[in-house]
């Protein structure tokens, strides 16, 4: 399996620092809930939406607004937003795509409380979900139809099943349907689901973006158009604001992202391969093991299951 250029990308990310305040070479907190204003003009300008500038951390802080330029470079995206949890990130990108009487098709296995998402809070908004399985082309094709929403995740949680996302997205923008994709296994370091025709990205940012066990988080990556209306819609709403703090923290780990991921690959897979000829152990769902990652996946993580 042949990665991307982790030094490249870890260039991508360094350069992103310069200029920042103070030329810092670890940037600074912008620990603030609030910010002043030079004169009463300079207010009006901000409020009448003519200069765009921090007034509330909620709304927009200049940490936090570095991580996300951080990852949408990263992703490949137009713009990125973060918050304070993965869930918070997953639910706000679908609740601003459907609405009540509306249908989502999902793959199976998606990570279990986003399961839990659709299967409570949807749909006591009667929003329907229908599951399909990933692998299964024509089966997707013949769910979309009358769908306002297709979320995938690739590979899937528990038994890291892969799927060729850039096909299933064809068979949504066919139908002008709108997509979102669970990107917390791969990263960006190994897979960049916006280049397959992917819409929205979204990630649990606690995991191998944080890196350290020590920032609950999560972003969502994709065009100004569409991390325009999360940021109008759900993001101001719902109150699931990333901190400053924790935003310090992710761009800490964003800078070693691409060295890390190079090592659980290679710590993954010996595991699994252990795992794989142990006599007790009858199957191990790990992608990597067969040699054939499908198009758009460049390499593999450590997380994987056996049984």
């Not at 990310?13 to 030329?23: L, P, Y």
Request: some cysteine.
């Amino acid at each position: 399996m042949n990665g991307p250029d982790f030094f490249d990308q870890a260039s991508l990310i360094a350069a992103h620092d310069e200029g920042n305040a103070f030329d810092a070479v670890v940037p600074p907190i912008v620990q603030t809930s609030l910010f002043t204003f030079s004169n009463y003009d300079e207010m009006l300008e901000t409020y009448r939406g003519e200069k765009v500038r921090p007034t509330y951390t909620r709304g927009l802080n200049p940490t936090v607004r570095m991580f996300e330029e951080m990852l949408a470079k990263l992703e490949g995206a137009e713009d990125a937003i973060g918050f304070a949890s993965g869930m918070s990130a997953i639910s706000s990108a679908v609740l601003s795509f459907v609405e009540p009487g509306d249908r989502i098709v999902a793959v199976r296995h998606i990570y279990p409380d986003a399961f839990r998402l659709f299967g409570t809070l949807l749909a006591r908004m009667r929003i329907e979900v229908t599951y399909v399985e990933g692998r299964d082309e024509a089966a997707v094709a013949s769910a979309l139809p009358g769908a306002k929403l297709f979320y995938m995740e690739s590979p899937t949680s528990w038994v890291m099943e892969t799927h060729d996302i850039g096909a299933l997205a064809a068979l949504a923008k066919s139908r002008g349907i709108p997509t979102i994709i669970d990107n917390s296994w791969a990263s960006p370091v190994f897979q960049r689901p916006l280049s397959l025709g992917v819409d929205v990205v979204v990630h649990s940012a606690s995991k191998y973006l944080g890196g350290h066990s020590d920032v609950v988080a999560g972003v969502v990556a994709g065009s100004k158009e569409l991390i325009g209306r999360i940021r109008g819609e759900a993001y101001p709403y719902l109150g699931g604001k990333l901190s400053p703090f924790d935003a310090w923290l992710l761009i800490r780990g964003l800078r070693t992202l691409p060295i890390r991921m190079r090592a659980h690959q290679a710590s993954g897979l010996e595991i699994a391969r252990r795992l794989r000829d142990h006599p007790i152990v009858e199957r191990v769902c790990h992608p990597g093991l067969a040699n054939l990652l499908p198009a758009g996946l460049t390499g593999t993580s450590g997380l994987f299951s056996f049984v």
